[in-house]
T-cell receptor, first 111, second 114 residues
Framework: GNSVTQMEGPVTLSEEAFLTINCTYT??????LFWYVQYPGEGLQLLLK?????DKGSNKGFEATYRKETTSFHLEKGSVQVSDSAVYFC??????????FGTGTRLQVFP | DVKVTQSSRYLVKRTGEKVFLECVQD?????MFWYRQDPGLGLRLIYF???????EKGDIPEGYSVSREKKERFSLILESASTNQTSMYLC?????????????FGNGTRLTVT
């Protein structure tokens, strides 16, 4: 079946460090891929998405490229800020209106 | 901006009580969802509705039911609350426009069953 695997956290970084959060997926066909972010005390917000292979989603300095050959959608940011501290969820949607989420990765950024 | 509103941020209920969690969206979305979020398990889909009076079971429907009498409102019902239903509950909505449509989430209801 379809599934999403993301790296366990927490990921702890100093401000201005480079961030990578790994996400791989299993799906038949061509899913759409998403990254959502959850700030403390809030619901999830869409961060970025990609709907076909080689697409790059980007927002707020974050990027992720849909790699069909490696079935991956890793999230990256060149220079993190304390305000980026949150939980990040990778998700996929294929041939349905439902999203399948990974387990989430907590990011902690220290000054 | 899409707004998804969950009626309560925090609820404390007793074992055996019937519990109603309410969710309203203001963007005329066809789809609405209820997820529960637990540490280490991510988000798990409880129920999904793709139209008024239509519903579909998600991955963990046991112990829950739903109601969608109007397009903008989707209710989650715990018929007889149990302590293992203590969790964060998230409501979401989306347009039915293909694989690329994002979900829009409410801020969640943290339910504690004692």
């Amino acid at each position: 079946g379809n599934s999403v695997t993301q790296m366990e956290g927490p990921v702890t970084l100093s401000e201005e460090a480079f961030l990578t959060i790994n996400c791989t997926y299993t799906a038949t066909g061509y899913p759409s891929l998403f990254w959502y972010v959850q700030y403390p005390g809030e619901g999830l917000q869409l961060l970025l998405k990609a709907t076909k292979a080689d697409d790059k989603g980007s927002n707020k300095g974050f990027e992720a490229t849909y790699r069909k050959e490696t079935t991956s959608f890793h999230l990256e940011k060149g220079s993190v800020q304390v305000s980026d501290s949150a939980v990040y969820f990778c998700a996929l949607r294929y041939n349905t209106d439902k999203l399948i989420f990974g387990t989430g990765t907590r990011l902690q950024v220290f000054p | 901006d899409v707004k998804v509103t969950q009626s309560s941020r925090y609820l404390v209920k007793r074992t055996g009580e019937k519990v109603f969690l309410e969710c309203v969206q203001d963007m005329d979305h066809e789809n609405m969802f209820w997820y529960r979020q637990d540490p280490g398990l991510g988000l798990r889909l409880i129920y999904f509705s793709y139209d008024v009076k239509m519903k579909e079971k998600g991955d963990i429907p046991e112990g829950y039911s739903v109601s969608r009498e109007k397009k903008e409102r989707f209710s989650l019902i715990l018929e007889s609350a149990s302590t293992n239903q203590t969790s964060m509950y998230l409501c979401a909505s989306s347009a039915r426009t293909g694989n690329g449509s994002p979900l829009h989430f409410g801020n969640g209801t943290r339910l504690t069953v004692t």
